[in-house]
């Protein structure tokens, strides 16, 4: 039996109306998708789901909406982080009533904290839920980095079982798999850079890229479970273009236009998220059409 987050994990989008609201047929629908393709997990109301956007009640019920698709087929990892501690702990506590497996939480943002500061936050997150946490590091969007030494100092912490590296920092990611006890999981947060990590002792990856071609990625990171990394690399320079036009604007921008291109959702943002510029839009048609995908391109 596989280990729970362990391997291929989707960071969902939510999809949104043209009033703004969130679709929730789309919801359900792209949850069925993944699951149906062969994901090991989903990711609903991550930072790639635009959760800061989101209202209390509206991560609740994208959360709902998941979880009856999921009917215990693969486990849910419902994000719940933040910069206000006792906000993120008491949405935890609300989310592990939901019935999620478990949770997936960035680290504050915008105050900064400490290192020591980032290891009580956790703490005290963790000590609200019995559920188990993935740590989410990306200082690119965060402006704060859990350095290895304090991932370690987490891990001794019981229901902390892993973290979502994408420091994009290849050294650290390195570092981070040296140093944490065996059985802790550590993930790619950046597709690009998923087989690396795994080549070093990383478990899989939470995959933006997953949410367009979620089979292949979870070939491809299945082939590097079995250490068949001639499989995975060949995988893996196919989808690359793909996985670096992700990233020509802010995620979730390109994911979510690609995905309107290829009619699995309505191409709307909600404020500050705007649609992609014209040449942006271009590259994503571009990465499209080289997996072979632009015949289902819709708009």
């Not at 943002?109 to 290192?115: A, E, F, M, R, S």
């Not at 997150?125 to 991932?151: D, Q």
């Amino acid at each position: 039996m596989r280990q729970p987050w362990t391997g291929l994990g989707t960071a969902l989008v939510t999809p949104f109306l043209p009033t703004g609201a969130v679709d929730e047929p789309a919801v359900r629908r792209l949850a069925r998708r993944q699951i149906d393709e062969g994901v090991h997990f989903v990711v609903p109301c991550g930072t790639t789901g635009e959760s800061p956007t989101l209202t209390r009640e509206e991560h609740l019920r994208v959360v709902e909406l998941v979880l009856a698709e999921a009917r215990g087929r693969v486990p849910v990892l419902a994000g719940a982080g933040g910069y206000n501690t006792e906000e993120v702990a008491d949405l935890a506590r609300e989310l592990e009533g939901l019935g999620v497996q478990g949770i997936l939480s960035v680290t504050p943002y915008y105050n900064k904290p400490t290192q020591d500061g980032l290891v009580r936050h956790y703490e005290r997150i963790a000590s609200r839920t019995a559920l188990p946490i993935i740590l989410y590091n990306v200082p690119g969007r965060t402006g704060c980095n859990i350095e290895p030494r304090t991932v370690a100092r987490l891990a001794a912490v019981a229901n902390i079982v892993g973290v979502k590296e994408a420091s994009g920092n290849m050294t650290q990611m390195c570092e981070v798999a040296r140093i944490v006890p065996e059985d802790f999981i550590v993930l790619s947060g950046d597709d690009a850079l998923t087989l690396p990590l795994m080549a070093v002792g990383g478990r899989g990856i939470i995959s933006v890229a997953a949410n367009i071609v979620p089979a292949e990625m979870a070939r491809m990171v299945e082939a590097a479970e079995r250490d068949d990394f001639a499989t995975a690399r060949r995988k893996h320079r196919r989808l690359m273009r793909l996985m670096l036009v992700n990233f020509v604007e802010s995620n979730p921008i390109p994911v979510k236009s690609a995905m309107a291109m290829l009619g699995l959702l309505e191409e709307n943002y909600r404020l500050p998220m705007v649609p992609p510029a014209d040449t942006s839009r271009e590259k994503i048609a571009e990465a499209l059409s080289e997996l072979g995908l632009a015949a289902r391109v819709a708009r």
